[in-house]
Structure formats: C-alpha cells, structure tokens
C-alpha cells in the first residue's frame, strides 16, 4: 500500500514530514540524570508540493525553527519520519547527508550572526560551491559569485567586501545569495525577515518571490508575521506548542480558519481595510504551557474558548475537514 | 570650492585603485601600529633576537671556556660586563643565554598552543563524552603537580636526552591544559552563532568548520595567550634553572646566570654578574606583555586608536 501511495505522491510532493519529534532532554540533579524532556516539536506532519511555498506560523516557542532545522538535519529528530524528493533522510549520514544538503538550503534569521565575520563576502557565497565542486576553475567560480551577487541585487564589489560593511538587508541578501549557490530544490527559509526594518522586508521578500521563479525553487517559510506569511505562502500551516492544529491554502485560512487557535490568530491581525469598525476579535486567555510539561490531550484545550471535557483526554490528529483544509480539532471529527 | 573637490576624489578613487576592503586583520594590524609602547617593545624584542641569534658572529669568546686567569673581573674594555666566577665573560653569556631562554619559551609556547587548540577545539567543538573524556584529561594533567614531576624526569632522563629538550618537554607536556579550557569555553559560545550552522548546512565538514570558521574567530583570545604563555615559559624555565633544575649548567641561559648570585659574595660585590640578565629577563617580559596588550587592544572591536 505503501509503495502506491508513493507512487501516485511522487510528482507532487518535494517533501514529506510525518510526525516528526524533536525532544531535548533536560539533564539535573547531580550525576545529570535526564529529569525530563522539553517537546520542542511533538509530533508534526505537514507536505510541501514541488514549487510551492508552505509558510509556518505560529507564537515563539511553538517550534517552527526547531522543526526547520530537524528537516535539514541540523538537529537529530527523536522520532518521526523526513522524506525528501522520494527519499527517507531522517536516519541518513556522512556522505549522504552532505549529498542531501546540496538540495536543501536555508536562509537563517539573524542577518548579524548568520555571516562570518572573518570571511569576505565572496568567500562566503562561494565556499558552498567549493565544497560540492572541487576541482572547479577558480575563474568559473567568480563568475557564478559574481551572477549570484547580481541576482540578489548586490553590486559586483560587494566580493571583496566583509560582511560587517553591509546592512542588515545586505546582508540577508548575501546569506540568499549563498543558500541559491547550490542551486538547491528546497530553501527552508528561518524568519529571513523578522530582524529587518518593514521597509526592507518588503524588498527581500520581493526578492525571494522572484528567484523562486527564475530558479523554480520551494520554500518552506518560518515566520511569526501573518501578513508577510500571507504574502509570501500558498499554503500555510498553524503551529501551537509543537504540533500543526491546521494546514490549508492561505485563502482558507484566512477567509475560514475553522481550528479555535487558527480563529483566534487571525482574529489579532490589524485589518487597514475597516478602519474604524468595531472588529469581533478573540483574545485568548493564559499563558502557553510549558513544552516540558504539555497540557494532556490537545495541547490547546487549556486556552481554547470551545473546550470541552474530552478535549483534556483526547489528543486529536489532524483530518481533512474541507477539500485541502486539514485540521485537528475535536470539532470537526 | 573644497567641497567640489572633494566630490571628485570620491568619485574617481573607486575606479583608480581597486576597492578591496580591509580584513579585520589589516585592521588590527594598523591599531597596533600606532601602538607606541607595543611598538617599542616590538623593536626591542626583534633587536634582542637578532643579536642572540647572531651571538657566534658578535662575540668571539668561547661561551663555556673556564678561565681560571680572568675569574671574577669588573667590567672593563675588554669584558663590558666583566666576567663570573669562572673566568667567563658575562656578555657573550647573556648573548647565548638570550638564544636558549627565547628558544625555550618559544617553543614550548608553539607546542602549548597546538596540543591546547586542538584538545580544545575537538572538546568544544563535538561536546558530550568526547568533551567529558577530553576536558577530564585536561583537568588531570593541570593537577599534575609540576616541580616533582620536573625534577622526577630530569633524574630519569638525565644524560638521555639533552638536558634543554626534556625541560622543553616537560613544561610543554604540563603546560596545555589552561589554554585547551580557554579555546574549549571560547569554542562553545562561538558555535552557538548561526554562521556555524550555516557553514554546516552548505556542506562543511567538521574538520573544516573548526579550521575556517571556528578558530579564526577564537584566534585573537589565543595571541593574546600566547603572549601571556611566552614570558610565562621563559620565567618558568628562568626559575627552573635558578634551582638548578632547568637547563644544564654548562648551557648559558638568563636562569642559570642567575643562579650564581645565590653566592652571598656574588650577590653583595659583583653586581655586574647578575644585574644584567636580571634587568634583560624583566625588560623582556615587560615587553612580551606590552605586545600582548597591544594585540588586544587592536583586536577588540570596541577600542579605537
């Protein structure tokens, strides 16, 4: 059954998570004993069709970073399971790995601390190719430096530059000009925005939108901003305390988010349109639980306005409600 | 007028030379530069080594020659610093001397520095029990208690090996473990930076993560212990031979020479025997740690110069 499944999948899907966890463990005591474990990620499925962009949402803390870092494999997964392009990478290794990262590329968050101080900006934006392609020219290689640097909207000088010369914007587009360098399948994009002025945000994430066409590229975006994740996304998924509560085309989930946390997020997000109106907007009590101690049941309940008493028991999974609409909610069983 | 002219040059340098920017090292090598006391310390430092690496060629008296005739002379023309006890010219010593305590604390902070970097950056680097096992190691090897084991070895190794070889081992042996908790301790709060993941993500392999990323942006914590370790090494070997545990004693060195002012006669009447390696010893450490300071204040970021 399997093996259909993968089969009819194939020309779809570039990347498949199936109920990936990702749990720290917390040492204490004196012989550090783990004493127990923060759920950073506990549990999260999602799929990213070839070509399209799924953009992760969700407060700080509900594991949108760690979960991007667990596909790349820069965190070892607990449990769970990645396939990437057909192929299972959540157990691979050395080579493999390597091999793998050369199609999965990620731009990081921070513009300040993603770029080493101590290289210039050519060196950085080349080193990928370097590693993949050892015996190429060193002129070639300029070359294609050079081009990715013009791509990203930077002058040629900006070669010989340290990345301390730059702004943060600059900067961002130097750390895309070295995630494109590959020319990878899948970017995973780690909150490229969030540390920029909304003036500049405008302009990087014009510029991913266009160097996904040229380069027909997929994106998973991470970002906490709802309307740059509207902007940028086909797709978006809601995450809550580690797990995905909806996933569905951004049209949906805005028109008709139906998971409550889905509701009440996009109740919070100031609308220019109606100004003036009195907005029906749901604010959400408490705090988010620990992930070292999530609530039993769906991690929600302790906060959702429709709780109800099999909530605390019941931990639902996530169903296809509408037509590409999938959701965990006790509601719609 | 000015402002015109100003103008222009803007415009036109771009295009006359090609603007390639300046490394963070060219950059802490001009705030060093403009150092003065780094800068003086630096010359006299080279001076003294050239003049103790050219000593064969400056003096002509045989460094180890016992003269029975000549013992205990003040300085004159012909002796600058006159001679010790044994009819040898205190001036040819503190050249060679200067060769072997530069040698000594040269070396032994070279080989520090690598055994240190290397433990360290692994512990740092990979953590868990390769860090456990390493960092235990270390702690070991700094509780070693240091004088017994110098003299210990000497006794065994004595007339083996050269006598300069086995101290140069020894510090150098126990010597390593404050610099490897350095770089370790530096490590772990520099990997925490996104460019390491980054540098992970595009297919660095360990080894090259620390070599190109990680250690060049540890590198400015170990010059500066580096040149802490230098004066360190040379006062530990100073001290060592001042016992009479250190190099052998027919080998000059700044120590030695100054072990003879353990004779009261020395001390009290023949000043000249023992003052000028004492004041060439302070004078270098002074001027190691001038330079060490000097690398700092040009590698930190914040100080402007």
């Known amino acids: 059954m399997s093996i259909t499944e993968n089969k009819s999948t194939k020309t779809q899907n570039l990347l498949e998570v199936k109920d990936l966890k990702m749990h720290f463990p917390v040492k204490g005591g004196f012989f550090r004993r783990t004493i127990g474990n923060v759920k950073a990620v506990d549990g999260v499925t999602f799929d ?3 070509g399209e962009t799924l953009g992760l949402v969700g407060e700080s803390g509900c594991g949108k970073s760690t979960t ?5 494999r820069l965190l070892n997964p607990s449990a769970g399971s990645v396939i990437f392009d057909d192929q299972d990478i959540t157990n691979v290794n050395g080579k493999k790995l390597r091999d793998i990262r050369k199609d999965i590329q990620m ?10 101080p101590m290289q210039m900006v050519g060196n950085i934006v080349s080193e990928p190719i370097k590693n993949y392609y050892k015996n190429k020219k ?13 791509k990203v909207g930077l002058p040629e000088d900006a070669y010989y530059k340290y990345a301390h010369e730059f702004s943060g914007g600059q900067r961002q587009r130097i750390g895309i000009a070295r995630a494109l360098a590959l020319r990878p399948k899948l970017i995973i994009a780690d909150e490229p925005v969030s540390a920029l002025d909304v003036s500049v945000q405008s302009q990087v994430l014009n510029l991913l939108n266009e160097l996904q066409d040229e380069f027909d590229l997929t994106y998973l975006f991470i970002a906490h901003d709802l309307s740059v994740v509207k902007h940028m996304s086909d797709r978006i998924g809601v995450m809550y305390l580690g797990n995905v509560v909806e996933v569905a085309d951004k049209h949906s989930i805005y028109k008709d988010p139906l998971h409550p946390y889905t509701q009440a997020l996009i109740s919070a997000v100031p609308d220019a349109s109606n100004f003036g109106q009195k907005r029906e907007r749901i604010v959400l009590q408490g705090d988010v639980p620990s992930p070292e101690n999530p609530p039993s049941g769906c991690p929600f309940h302790t906060r959702c306005p429709k709780a109800m008493d099999k909530c605390s028991s019941i931990k639902p999974q996530l169903k296809e409600v509408k037509p590409g609409q999938h959701v965990a909610c006790i509601l719609y069983d | ?41 630096l010359v006299y430092l080279i001076i003294l080594s050239i003049l ?21 002379l003040a300085p004159s023309a012909e002796h600058w610093f006159g001679t010790d006890t044994s009819g040898r010219d205190v001036f040819t010593r503190l050249l060679y001397g200067g060769r072997v305590s530069l040698f000594v604390g040269l070396s032994c902070t070279t080989i520090i520095l690598f055994i240190g970097t290397l433990v360290g950056s692994i512990a740092g680097y990979f953590g868990g029990t390769v860090d456990n096992l390493l960092m235990r190691f270390t702690d070991f090897m700094l509780n070693f208690p240091f004088l017994v084991f110098v003299i210990v070895l000497n006794a065994i190794l004595f007339g083996i090996v050269s006598g300069l070889w086995v101290l140069i081992g020894v510090l150098s042996i126990l010597g390593w473990g404050g610099v490897a908790r350095l770089v370790r301790s530096k490590i772990l709060a520099e990997k925490e930076n996104e460019y390491i993941l980054a540098a992970i993500s595009i297919g660095c392999k360990p080894s090259k993560v620390i070599m190109k990323h990680l250690l060049p942006n540890v590198l400015t914590t170990v010059i500066v212990q580096a040149t802490i370790l230098f004066a360190g090494m040379i006062v530990a070997e100073s ?8 190099v052998p004693q027919e080998v000059p060195s700044w120590g030695n020479m100054l072990s ?10 023949m000043p000249w025997v023992w003052v000028p390696p004492a004041l060439i010893l302070i004078m270098t450490i002074l001027s190691i740690n001038f330079i060490g300071e000097g690398i700092k204040e040009a590698l930190n970021p914040k100080s402007f110069r």
Request: overall charge positive.
């Open chain 1, 138 to 150: 060193e002129e070639e290689m300029k070359e294609e430096v050079m081009e990715l640097l013009n």
């Open chain 1, 107 to 116: 731009v990081f968050q921070d513009p300040y601390a993603s770029l080493n």
């Open chain 2, 52 to 72: 103790s690496f050219l000593a064969p060629f400056i003096t002509t008296a045989d460094v180890t020659l016992v003269n029975i005739g000549q013992m205990s």
């Open chain 2, 260 to 269: 003879a002012s353990q004779q009261p006669n020395v001390l009290q009447n």
């Open chain 2, 1 to 41: 007028m000015e402002v015109v002219h100003n103008k222009d040059t803007q415009t036109q340098s771009p295009t006359t030379k090609p603007s390639k920017s300046l490394s963070p090292w060219a950059m802490a090598r001009r705030k060093f530069m403009r150092n003065k006391l780094a800068m003086i310390s």
């Open chain 1, 48 to 50: 990213i069709k070839k």
């Open chain 2, 239 to 246: 001290g060592l031979s001042y016992l009479g545990f250190g």
């Open chain 1, 68 to 72: 991007g870092r667990s596909i790349l």
